[in-house]
């Protein structure tokens, strides 16, 4: 079941997230590493700022979650995790075609340009990785990042894109 994250699930989200994260340790920047990878003052950040997150519940427990967020012109598909024991059950898969739903204008995902199975994952569902310099560009208008995530992170974008006349 799929569900909208309550408040009172916001300590098993961080749970979620910071354990999925470490497939992340050694793979990304060091310099961009942080223990815990999201502490739940960012997390509330993000929520504040208009990140809407979905949780896949099953065996009586959360086990993925990913967030939403409208701006306009885009929506941004943010903080995707799944638990690494419910992994590769298409949980992501599920929780993506959920938050795609009514959806009019183009998604964009960014991730780690490092981080090859999450890359992987986004084409595999019709997401194509944008020019480096678009991504710059996109990074800086629709992401709040330091500049050395942008410098080591892709974005990948649905057809609704580049059906606008934006290649690659």
């Known amino acids: 079941m799929i569900r909208p994250i309550k408040e009172d699930d916001i300590l098993t989200v961080l749970e979620i997230i910071n354990e999925a994260a470490q ?12 223990e815990p ?9 993000e929520m504040a700022a208009g990140v809407s997150f979905r949780g896949y519940e ?41 938050l795609r739903e009514g959806v009019t204008q183009p998604l964009l995902v960014g991730t780690w340009a490092a981080a090859w199975w999450a890359v992987r994952f986004y084409e595999k569902h019709g997401f194509c990785l944008v020019s480096p310099e678009e991504k710059d560009r996109l990074l800086r208008q629709y992401w709040t990042i330091s500049p050395r995530q942008i410098e080591t992170s892709v974005v990948l974008a649905d057809e609704g894109w580049f059906r606008q006349g934006i290649r690659p």
């Open 58 to 98: 099953g065996e009586g427990r959360l086990l993925g979650v990913m967030g939403r967020q409208e701006l306009g012109k885009v929506t941004l598909i943010r903080h995707a995790y799944v638990s690494p024991g419910a992994q590769r059950r298409g949980i992501g898969a599920a929780l993506l075609a959920q």
């Open 23 to 34: 497939a992340y340790h050694g793979v990304i920047p060091e310099d961009c590493w942080q």
């Open 37 to 45: 990878y999201m502490p739940e003052a960012e997390l509330r950040e």
